[in-house]
């Protein structure tokens, strides 16, 4: 909480009171920065006058308005700044004096070779919680390459484990390590502030995030397995290790369903459904071990039985027979989904540029201190300096205009 900050004249919103410096580039950092602002911390949005963030080249264009920076800069104050440059940095660290986040993602060194390291930042507000993400980290040999999240899923061990048995090793088609550290950096920033404000230490830190690791983290017990046993997991396709059955099927209608029997209950019910008590207490599919050694018989028997008909069909008698199972929906089949629907997971927001746009809602839900989309991405930059620098930093409109026509801001 910046200091002198006074939650009960606040917003209302978890994170009210908040103040976020996002420099970061692309989505690892966006992610963060993003979550905070939906929950109502200040977040403002630093990129280079010239280039701005990359996330502005990426994705789908409307008319040249990029969409994903909409949903990517939502609830973010921008303004441009050179950080590069020498009256650039000092800038940066007026605006540091009463932040209590700042989220970076350049190549270890580059902010210290600027002037902004977690120590110069330090010695202007010693509150200031730092988080640093990159490709592996601050630290070790590595620390110098650049990092991306292609990298972190593929050093991992993720794309070994991914794809079919016979097939190569897959990425994931989207930036899934990106969003996985950013989640690290929401957390181990709420983490620091509790450690600041509530455990009462005054004090910020310094977090490192690399990220290979966290995507290594969600990959479970492997090393361990691999440590006392010498366990390697391999590509199971969309199997599991538990003995099943688990799989996508393809429906009569050519519509897909996902299933997961990951448990004795509901595997039973699965084998019950299409084949009766007798399949059902058949030896070879009665336990998880059994039928994990029968894995192409227990798949070729609820395959058979789910292309017999429709998706609605299917759905409605497994979910008679209780057990877990779900379409497997494009983006647009999700949208008009009844649940989606219900929970508003999918809400429509007002945008200068586009009339109304659709994206996704603010989560988790909170009962409190829900979440709340204010605005979409702006996609001016430097939309929002005149407020940061003349009304938060007290700059005259001659200053602004002349650090603009030197290309500092």
Not at 152 to 179: N, R
């Amino acid at each position: 909480m910046t200091q002198g900050a006074n939650p009960a004249n606040g917003n209302g919103m978890a994170l009210q009171g908040l103040k976020i410096l996002d420099t970061s580039q692309l989505f690892a950092g966006a992610m963060p920065a993003t979550l905070m602002g939906d929950f109502g911390a200040e977040v403002i949005k630093v990129e280079h006058p010239k280039n701005g963030d990359g996330l502005r080249t990426m994705g789908s264009f409307k008319d040249g308005i990029p969409l994903s920076w909409k949903f990517h800069s939502r609830n973010k104050k921008c303004i441009t700044l050179n950080l590069g440059n020498p009256q650039g940095a000092e800038i940066l660290k007026r605006l540091v004096q009463d932040t209590d986040i700042l989220i970076e993602g350049f190549r270890p060194g580059t902010m210290e070779r600027w002037g902004l390291g977690y120590e110069e930042l330090k010695a202007v507000n010693p509150r200031l919680i730092m988080v640093r993400i990159s490709g592996f980290g601050q630290t070790g040999p590595y620390k110098n390459r650049p990092g991306f999240g292609t990298l972190a899923e593929a050093m991992s061990g993720f794309a070994h484990v991914t794809g079919q048995p016979d097939g190569p090793p897959t990425l994931p088609p989207l930036a899934l390590a990106d969003g996985i550290a950013g989640l690290f950096g929401v957390f181990s920033a709420m983490f620091a502030v509790y450690y600041r404000d509530v455990v009462g230490t005054g004090i910020g830190q310094e977090i490192d995030v690399s990220l290979y690791e966290p995507m290594s983290f969600v990959l479970g017990a492997q090393p361990i397995a691999y440590d006392q046993l010498g366990l390697v997991q391999n590509r199971r396709g969309n199997r599991s290790g538990g003995g099943g059955p688990r799989n996508l099927y393809m429906c009569s209608d050519g519509n897909w369903v996902a299933l997961s029997a990951s448990t004795p209950s509901i595997a039973r019910r699965v084998m019950q459904l299409v084949g009766g008590d007798e399949l059902a207490d058949d030896p070879r599919y009665a336990t998880p071990a059994a039928r994990s050694q029968h894995a192409d018989e227990v798949d070729s028997l609820v395959a058979d039985w789910i292309n017999n008909y429709p998706r609605e069909v299917v759905l409605e008698k497994f979910e008679e027979a209780e057990t877990a199972i779900g379409p497997v929906y494009d983006t647009s089949q999700f949208m008009e989904d009844p649940q989606v629907k219900a929970r508003q997971s999918i809400v429509s927001v007002d945008d200068p540029d586009l009339g109304t746009v659709r994206m996704q809602n603010t989560f988790p839900l909170m009962s409190e201190t829900p979440g709340k989309i204010n605005f979409t991405g702006p996609t001016e930059m430097g939309s929002h300096n005149r407020e940061i620098y003349i009304e938060q930093l007290g700059m005259s409109e001659d200053d602004v205009q002349r650090l603009k026509e030197e290309g500092i801001i």
